[in-house]
């Protein structure tokens, strides 16, 4: 019987995940998430996320592990999560009015078989407020998120607009995950 693992604890990408209707584990990674400054946005995510991967499915060989990382770009900088109040009001100031880029990677392991990708979704902003940042901050949600914002949440009042894929936003790329755990082998249950 296939046995799917997901290697996150990332509430945002469990939720994403059982929409498709899949059975699945969850066993979070111990990977070292550090990268090389000037690594490319999508090196960055495919690796992390095949780092994670591969961490989980040495403890579990049999079973088809999915591993995602997803970052925020804007003008070439990475944000990741902040990492207090402060770093979050100068994310969300620097976001303010601008569009940048969402990278999301995902690696699927089964065995002897990787499969990765990325998807990229460019998000603009509107111009916010003080005001709106610090109602935005007293909610509590920017610190756990790269950029330190949830479009799925409150956050949503933050964006503009969207190109691309809104779920790789969030944190997984449902559609194709799907279509890459049946070329990994994943056989649907549907």
């Given at each position: 019987m296939q046995h799917l693992i997901l290697a996150s604890s990332s509430p945002r990408r469990k939720e994403l995940l059982e929409t498709l209707q899949l059975t699945f584990d969850i066993s979070s990674s111990e990977a070292d998430e550090s990268y090389e400054p000037g690594t490319a946005p999508a090196q960055i995510v495919m690796e992390l996320a095949v780092r994670k991967a591969s961490d989980v499915a040495q403890r579990n060989p049999e079973s088809f592990v999915i591993g995602a990382d997803t970052i925020v770009v804007l003008a070439h900088q990475v944000l990741g999560k902040p990492k207090d109040k402060d770093d979050a009001i100068d994310m969300l100031t620097k976001l303010s009015g601008k569009t940048h880029s969402v990278y999301t990677g995902v690696a699927i392991v089964h065995g002897e078989?990787?499969?990765?990708?990325?998807?990229?979704?460019?998000?603009?902003?509107?111009?916010?407020?003080?005001?709106?940042?610090?109602?935005?901050i007293k909610s509590g949600e920017p610190f756990d998120k790269a950029g330190a914002y949830g479009i799925q949440g409150f956050g949503s009042m933050l964006v503009k607009q969207i190109s691309g894929d809104y779920f790789a936003v969030v944190g997984l790329p449902v559609s194709r995950t799907v279509r890459e755990l049946q070329k990994a082998g994943y056989k649907l249950p549907y």
């Open positions: 078989t990787w499969v990765q990708f990325y998807e990229k979704t460019d998000v603009t902003f509107w111009e916010l407020t003080e005001s709106e940042i610090n109602v935005y």
